[in-house]
């Protein structure tokens, strides 16, 4: 009576969560550029002066000046993201104007030093005094005072130049520009004659060394060349999606029929394992905010397969078991036993296959590895261990008291 309330208690309370949380999951879940519609860009960056190279800190801040601007053209979640060593890829949904991103998005990153002028409103610098690339390389480090207050120490190229515009400048702001952005508006306090200058103010430690980041990409802005580009409508991303769902529910009706006809009582749990595993794939998604597109729904498919594959090597090893003449838990637990190597196997196969090709792979071939890996994992939680421990309560409830249960005939069972 304690297995069978335990079962009964398992299901209401897995169905109860799924069907109070799924509305919400299905509405959430962020969808990629093939599925909503929207535009894509690949970018290979290069230094714009010559001997230059690439580092990874000028790439990832070239990354989040790409993120600024487009915030500033008024787009929803923009997605920017690095490959390899000198490569961004830019996601930007309900693009109108393309050639207004492409223009504005391949400009490079430029940091200025201003000062205010006459004609300027209080707040605002139009004067460029330096630009970023009067600045040394890697020339800004954060440093501490006394009170381990942050501060930025910067180092410019010419001395005289930067000896000049202090000394004008003294007890007036020089402020820090980021293309149009102002970052920050620190008071010069004396002239500076040996071209090293600290910038203090009331920073935090990101602050301070996302100042630094900033100018030293400003020292080495990089160009970007445009490799590959994608448009994909709104209505054309609506109907993809409504395929695939479509496509995805008459397969599982399929594959539920399937299970159930061949296995009987086990094929009815292996599909309520099924059923959990999907959810807690979009759960998942909606908790790591990944965004999921055209691949990573194939991966999702890929791995339901790989779901049934599981459940469908325990229950034929199961008759297999109970046509030799074993009794049903010893059949359960034999079967269960003998098939557990086999179904490890070829899902930690297939990780490692997907593994290798997130490590070696880009862009969407990451995006099918990393979901593939995902639903995987899941899939061992749900279609190995939940499906197992739901038909074990109800093998040993003496509810499943025929081989006919498991889709097994009395003519096919040899005696011992």
């Known amino acids: 009576m304690k297995r069978i309330v335990s079962f009964i208690l398992v299901v209401l309370v897995t169905v109860g969560v799924m069907a109070y949380t ?15 519609g929207g535009f894509e860009i690949l970018y290979e960056a290069q230094p714009l002066e010559a001997g230059q190279a690439i580092t990874r800190e000028s790439l990832t801040q070239t990354a989040k000046s790409l993120e600024q601007r487009a915030n500033a053209l008024g787009t929803s979640e923009p997605e920017v993201t690095t490959e390899g060593t000198n490569r961004i890829r830019l996601r ?20 200025t030093f201003r000062s205010a002028t006459e004609d300027d409103e209080p707040g605002t610098y139009s004067k460029i005094e330096l630009r970023g690339n009067e600045f040394v390389e890697n020339g800004a480090s954060v440093v501490y005072n006394s009170l381990n207050e942050p501060m930025v120490d910067i180092q410019v190229k010419d001395k005289e130049k930067f000896a000049e515009i202090t000394k004008r400048l003294q007890g007036k702001p020089l402020a820090i520009y980021l293309d149009d952005e102002l970052l920050s508006a620190p008071e010069v306090r004396q002239t500076l004659t040996d071209g090293k200058a600290q910038i203090s103010g009331s920073y935090t430690r990101e602050e301070a060394n996302e100042l630094r980041d900033t100018i030293n990409l400003g020292a080495l802005p990089l160009k970007l060349t445009e490799k590959y580009s994608q448009s994909v409508g709104a209505s ?56 999921l597109t055209l691949p990573g729904i194939a991966a999702f498919i890929l791995g339901i397969g790989m779901a049934v594959d599981a459940n469908i090597i325990t229950y034929e090893r199961i008759k297999e078991e109970l046509r030799s003449g074993k009794s049903i838990l010893s059949a359960v637990k034999s079967g ?47 279609n190995v261990f939940f499906s197992r421990f739901l038909l074990n309560l109800l093998v040993k409830a003496n509810l499943i008291k025929k081989p006919s249960y498991f889709g097994v005939k009395e003519s096919e069972i040899r005696a011992l």
Do not use: C
């Open 22 to 36: 799924s509305p919400g999951l299905l509405k959430d879940i962020r969808l990629g550029l093939d599925l909503k």
């Open 336 to 382: 269960e036993r003998i098939s557990f190597r086999t179904v490890m196997d070829s899902n930690i196969t297939t990780i490692i296959a997907a593994s290798v090709m997130f490590w070696l792979g880009t862009g969407s071939v990451r995006g099918f590895a990393i979901v593939l890996i995902i639903d995987i994992v899941t899939s061992i939680l749900t």
């Open 92 to 111: 930007l949904a309900g693009v109108t104007d393309e050639v207004e991103v492409r223009s504005k998005m391949k400009e490079p990153a430029e940091l």
């Open 236 to 291: 054309l991303g609506q109907l993809s999606l409504e395929q695939t769902i479509k496509a995805g529910i008459i397969a599982s009706i399929f594959i539920l029929v399937f299970m159930i006809s061949l296995y009987r009582i086990p094929g009815v749990v292996a599909s309520f394992a099924l059923i959990t595993h999907t959810w807690l794939v979009l759960a998942i998604f909606y908790l790591g905010d990944f965004v």
